[in-house]
Every structure is written in structure tokens, then in C-alpha cells.
Nanobody, 124 residues
Framework: QVQLVESGGRLVQAGGSLRLSCAAS????????MGWFRQAPGKEREFVAA????????HYADSAKGRFTISRDNAKNTVYLQMNSLKPEDTAVYYC?????????????????WGQGTQVTVSS
């Protein structure tokens, strides 16, 4: 019912910035929560950030606090992840996710819809 497409991933140098976008299409609703997760080679998927439909409720992983900012533009059905002060350990495939139940969650299992990911590589 909902399709998510990430974009913006690329190779950047440590200390640089990058903005990821996730465009949603299909039967979206005003209650959808959007989140960003990432997965590095050999590691499990981990939570990065999440945001409520209104944008009034956000949550960040400790690794993202102070460096990353999640936002959304509902008129464009798009969620963003602004990443600053990037580190090599931020290298991963970044996925956006959506859930219609309206609860901001750090658990990937809580999200019903997922994009296919965009690769972010941070060089030292």
C-alpha cells in the first residue's frame, strides 16, 4: 500500500555532511510515523532516528544525537535525514521505514513498510 524510495547516499569524507531523502507514495495517512535505520556489513540493522507525522515528536539513537536531524515535508510525502560531522563508522546502507500506527519506535519490527536502502560511505 505504501512504497518508499530512498535517495542521496554517496561517498563522502569524514567530517562532511549529507542529506538523505525518502519519498513515499501510495496510501499514506496523517498518522504515519517515519524512521531511519542503517545496516553495516556484518552487523544487524540498527535504529537511527524517527519522527511523528506532525514532526512534533522525534527520537534519535545515541550515535546520532547532535549530528543528525530528521525532518519531514508532508506536502511532498518526503522524510529527510540531515547528517553532519560524518564518521567512518556511519558507513552503512540506510533504510527509511513507515508505520501507520502512530507510535514512534526504535524497533524495526514496529515498522510495516520499508525502502530498499541507499548506500552511505564515509572515508577517513
Amino acid at each position: 500500500q505504501v512504497q518508499l524510495v530512498e535517495s542521496g547516499g554517496r561517498l563522502v569524507q569524514a567530517g562532511g555532511s549529507l542529506r538523505l531523502s525518502c519519498a513515499a507514495s501510495g496510501r499514506t495517512s496523517s498518522n504515519y510515523v517515519m524512521g531511519w535505520f542503517r545496516q553495516a556489513p556484518g552487523k544487524e540493522r540498527e535504529f537511527v532516528a524517527a519522527i511523528s507525522w506532525s514532526g512534533g515528536n522525534t527520537h534519535y539513537a545515541d550515535s546520532a544525537k547532535g549530528r543528525f536531524t530528521i525532518s519531514r515535508d508532508n506536502a511532498k510525502n518526503t522524510v529527510y535525514l540531515q547528517m553532519n560531522s560524518l564518521k567512518p563508522e556511519d558507513t552503512a546502507v540506510y533504510y527509511c521505514a513507515a508505520d501507520p500506527r502512530g507510535i514512534v519506535s526504535v524497533w524495526g519490527s514496529q515498522y510495516l513498510y520499508w525502502g530498499q536502502g541507499t548506500q552511505v560511505t564515509v572515508s577517513s
